[in-house]
T-cell receptor, first 113, second 113 residues
């Protein structure tokens, strides 16, 4: 059974600081997703990572994937308040097709002014 | 074009009643997914439809849960004889072909009293 673990579960950081959220998964996968969820809202797609060594950046967020280590990271650079949200990674455990995603438990990020 | 839409946005019901939740996917998306998100938790996969293939029902938690999809359009998730543990946000997502990012609807918040 595919398991996806994120850490930390809760993260409170000051504006302007850098931090990294980690996502570990237990079985081989050919794609990994990062989503953002604001309170009371649905999920917004941030990144999809398709291969070992993939790196994608959007604004202050950068995601990377190491399929050998079964690890993805979401790095936040010079955090600003509007990045406060819950971030989920999700893994497609079925090679060759996008079927059900297995989600991590989420990292609730709070940026303090 | 329009994103994924879901109705109702909120549903309060009494224990033992049946409920129907509706999802309208993005036009042209052949794949449709239902997930459940309990308060403060990640998403649990429920069911997946892809074109005319038999749905993947492996995530449905009990036989009280069922879902249908008409062609490549609307889907309904039905929960019979609701229980308090069914209280959650039910999220629908759709994607192209089955190998693309899943786009999520706003969810239906179900409360079983």
């Amino acid at each position: 059974e595919l398991k996806v673990e994120q850490n930390p579960l809760f993260l409170s950081m000051q504006e302007g600081k850098n931090y990294t959220i980690y996502c570990n998964y237990s079985t081989t996968s050919d794609r990994l997703y990062w989503y953002r969820q604001d309170p009371g809202k649905s999920l917004e797609s941030l990144f999809v990572l398709l291969s070992n060594g993939a790196v994608k950046q959007e604004g202050r967020l950068m995601a990377s994937l190491d399929t050998k280590a079964r690890l993805s990271t979401l790095h936040i650079t010079a955090a600003v308040h509007d990045l406060s949200a819950t971030y989920f990674c999700a893994v497609d455990g079925d090679l060759g097709g996008n079927e059900k995603l297995t989600f991590g438990t989420g990292t609730r990020l709070t940026i303090i002014p | 074009g329009a994103g994924v839409s879901q109705s109702p946005s909120n549903k309060v019901t009494e224990k033992g009643k049946d409920v129907e939740l509706r999802c309208d996917p993005i036009s042209g998306h052949t794949a449709l997914y239902w997930y459940r998100q309990r308060l403060g938790q990640g998403l649990e996969f429920l069911i997946y439809f892809q074109g005319n293939s038999a749905p993947d029902k492996s995530g449905l938690p009990s036989d009280r849960f069922s879902a249908e999809r008409t062609g490549e359009s609307v889907s309904t998730l039905t929960i019979q004889r609701t229980q308090q543990e069914d209280s959650a946000v039910y999220l629908c997502a759709s994607s192209l072909v089955g190998v693309d990012t899943q786009y999520f609807g706003p969810g239906t918040r179900l409360t079983v009293l």
